[in-house]
C-alpha cells in the first residue's frame, strides 16, 4: 500500500531554501510519527534536506553516481523506486517534494494532507495537478499551534484522502 505525506500553506506553499516554510515542531513530530518504520521514496532535494534518513530510503536521482547514505539506494525513476519500496515489505509514504509527489501521486491509495491554514514565503509549491478534490477525504482532524518563525499561532488540519482507484505499478524489474 503506496501513500504520499505532505504539509502544504494555504497559498500552496511546501519548500523554502530547501526546507519548510515554518516551523511547527507538532507538524514536524505528526510526520515523523506517522512515517516511522516505513520505507520512504523522496527527490534528490528533499533527502539532501533530511539530517537523518531511514534505513530503506529509496532517493531518486537520474546521477548514476550519487553517493548516498547507508541504508539508502538511487532509483531512477518513481516506478522503479515504489517497486524497490513495496518489495521491502513495509508499508511505503512518498515524502516529496514537489516533483516526487507530481510522479507519484497516480499510484498512491492515501495522501496524508496537513493544511496549515496561513500564507508562507516560499520557492515551491504542491503541484496543482494532484485531483486531491476528486478523492475522498477520510480522515481529519484540526489543532492550533505555535508557528515559531512568525510567533502566530495557526490552525493546521490533518486530512487523508484516498484515491479509489490507485494506478497499478507496471511490471518491471528494478536497479
Ligand atoms: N512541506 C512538505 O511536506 C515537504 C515535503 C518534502 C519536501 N519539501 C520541500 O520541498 C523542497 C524540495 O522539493 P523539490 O521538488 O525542489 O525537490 P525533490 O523532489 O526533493 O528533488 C528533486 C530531485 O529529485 C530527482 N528527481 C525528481 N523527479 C525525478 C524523476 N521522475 N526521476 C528521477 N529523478 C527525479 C532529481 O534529482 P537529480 O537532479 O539528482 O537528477 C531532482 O533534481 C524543499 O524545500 C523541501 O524542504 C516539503
Known amino acids: ?21 515554518w516551523d511547527i515542531p507538532e507538524e ?7 512515517v516511522a518504520g516505513a520505507a520512504l521514496v523522496m527527490g534528490r532535494l528533499t533527502y539532501a534536506s533530511m539530517d537523518v534518513v531511514p534505513e530503506d530510503s529509496f532517493v531518486l536521482s537520474r ?16 516506478e522503479s523506486a515504489l517497486h524497490a519500496a513495496c518489495a521491502t515489505g513495509k508499508q511505503v509514504f ?20 496537513t493544511r496549515i ?17 476528486d478523492w475522498g477525504l477520510v480522515q481529519e482532524r484540526q489543532a492550533r499551534y505555535l508557528e515559531r518563525i512568525s ?5 493546521c488540519r490533518f486530512q487523508v484522502y484516498e484515491q479509489g482507484n490507485p494506478r497499478v505499478l507496471p511490471r518491471r524489474g528494478y536497479g
Open 1 to 21: 500500500m503506496i501513500a504520499a505525506i505532505a504539509a502544504v500553506a494555504a497559498n500552496g506553499m511546501l519548500g523554502r531554501e530547501q526546507w519548510l516554510p
Open 28 to 34: 514536524l513530530a505528526y510526520f515523523e510519527r506517522t
Open 63 to 78: 546521477a548514476a553516481d550519487l553517493p548516498l547514505r547507508a541504508g539508502c539506494r538511487r532509483m531512477p525513476d518513481i
Open 94 to 113: 512518498v515524502i516529496g517534494g514537489a516533483s516526487i509527489y507530481a510522479a507519484a501521486w497516480p499510484y498512491c491509495r492515501y495522501f496524508y494532507l
Open 117 to 133: 491554514e496561513a500564507d508562507f514565503a516560499g520557492d515551491t509549491l504542491l503541484p496543482a495537478a494532484i485531483p486531491l478534490a
Open 151 to 155: 510567533g502566530q499561532s495557526v490552525n
